[in-house]
């Protein structure tokens, strides 16, 4: 019965704006009662409220052992309820304060979801990509035998994979706007950063491709042999030969 009314105290405080947080504070409730509306806000799917209440165990219970616990959990709270930057800003309060912590692996973690769930495309600024790169890495260099590695290190794959595609969307830009240098910058970049991705077989190509286009067979050569040592059954050696042959016969032939 605590419970519920405790909840239903919260729940209409919320509902009247920006103010309601600071009445919330003067209504005092047990720590237990608190602690369980909040779990089962988080189970009726209200993520959002139940991140409010689970800030709210802490700032009226700061020094009870349930404090640590609603830190994480309101953390997770405004994960679930794509509030990112507030669950990093959570997460980040949990480390401080408990930094040596038996889930202190699970706040790493999380933070790095955050940044994760936020790439957007290859179009856009990566800033918030390589926020996701150094996060995950974190998480490895941390605790690299906790289970939260293991996936770790995939999504840091994904990332790279991601990087390497924006690398080759601007240097596909540059490559149609004829600024043949620039471009090739951004294809090296691919094969010495991000040589393990799905865009690498491409990035050869259009190495070889650029170097025809600025005089240099001799190297348009080489990446073509590269790629066609690595990746013999792709599409992209097979289009580099083609264009060997077409542009380059002498050099094709050797």
Same mark, same amino acid.
């Given at each position: ?48 409220? $139940?991140?409010?209440?689970?800030? *709210? #165990? /802490? +700032?009226?219970? &700061?020094? %009870?052992?349930? !404090?640590?616990? @609603?830190? =994480? ?58 926020? $996701?790169?150094?996060?995950?890495? *974190? #998480? /490895? +260099?941390?605790? &690299?035998? %906790?289970?939260? !590695?293991?996936? @770790?290190? =995939? ?100």
């Amino acid at each position: 019965m605590m419970a519920t009314a405790a909840l239903a105290t919260v729940f209409t405080a919320a509902c009247g704006g920006g103010q309601n947080r600071e009445e919330m504070a003067y209504v005092a409730r047990d720590v237990e009662s608190l602690y369980t509306a909040a779990k089962d806000r988080l189970d009726q799917g209200n993520a959002k409220m $139940a991140a409010a209440l689970f800030d *709210e #165990v /802490e +700032r009226q219970h &700061p020094y %009870s052992p349930w !404090a640590r616990r @609603a830190q =994480l959990m309101s953390a997770f709270s405004y994960y679930v309820s794509r509030d990112y930057n507030q669950s990093i800003q959570s997460a980040q309060r949990f480390l401080s304060i408990h930094p040596g912590n038996k889930d202190a692996p699970y706040a790493y973690y999380l933070i790095a979801l955050c940044y994760y769930e936020q790439i957007s495309d290859v179009e856009r600024d990566q800033k918030i990509t390589e926020q $996701a790169l150094t996060a995950l890495q *974190e #998480v /490895e +260099r941390r605790f &690299p035998d %906790s289970q939260y !590695a293991a996936d @770790a290190r =995939l999504k840091t794959d994904l990332v790279y994979d991601h990087l390497a595609g924006k690398e080759m969307e601007i240097g596909r830009f540059y490559e149609r706007s004829g600024r043949w240098l620039g471009a090739q910058i951004r294809f090296q970049n691919v094969i010495e950063k991000y040589q393990r991705t799905s865009h690498t077989p491409e990035a050869l190509f259009r190495l070889t491709e650029t170097n025809l286009a600025l005089g240099i067979p001799s190297e348009a050569k080489k990446y073509a042999a590269v790629l066609g040592s690595n990746y013999p059954g792709s599409k992209w050696y097979k289009r580099a030969y083609e264009l060997m042959e077409d542009k380059a016969p002498t050099f094709a032939a050797n």
